[in-house]
């Protein structure tokens, strides 16, 4: 009996969570296509360029610099957290 009831809480608990997972996953794509545009609009309007490719070019190289800071600063907080969680347990 225990195990039945633990089958259907788990499966009640287990379609949310994959689901909002999901939508979170798609939501997070739209908001950074939709901020990639904002800020090629912005760039190509500030810049004050004729050429749209100009400030896609100028918007990619900063994010990747964007990406590149925050990897290397993101990256020792998670490697110290696996490294407590290893040594604790």
Same mark, same amino acid.
Request: hydrophobic share 65%; proline share 2%; with cysteine.
């Given at each position: 009996? !225990?195990?039945? @009831?633990? +089958? ?5 608990? =287990? @379609?949310? =969570? ?7 996953? #798609?939501?997070?794509? /739209?908001?950074?296509?939709? +901020?990639?545009?904002?800020?090629? #609009?912005?760039?190509?309007? &500030? !810049?004050?360029? +004729?050429? =749209?490719?100009?400030?896609?070019? &100028?918007?990619?190289?900063?994010? &990747?610099?964007?990406?590149?800071? /925050?990897? #290397?600063?993101? @990256?020792?907080?998670? !490697? ?8 604790? +347990?």
């Amino acid at each position: 009996m !225990l195990d039945a @009831f633990f +089958s259907g809480f788990i499966q009640t608990f =287990t @379609f949310p =969570t994959f689901f909002f997972l999901l939508l979170g996953i #798609i939501i997070g794509f /739209v908001v950074g296509i939709w +901020s990639l545009v904002i800020g090629v #609009i912005a760039v190509r309007a &500030v !810049l004050d360029y +004729s050429n =749209t490719g100009r400030a896609i070019i &100028v918007c990619l190289i900063a994010g &990747v610099i964007c990406w590149i800071v /925050v990897a #290397i600063l993101i @990256f020792p907080i998670i !490697l110290a957290a696996g490294v407590a969680g290893a040594i604790t +347990s």
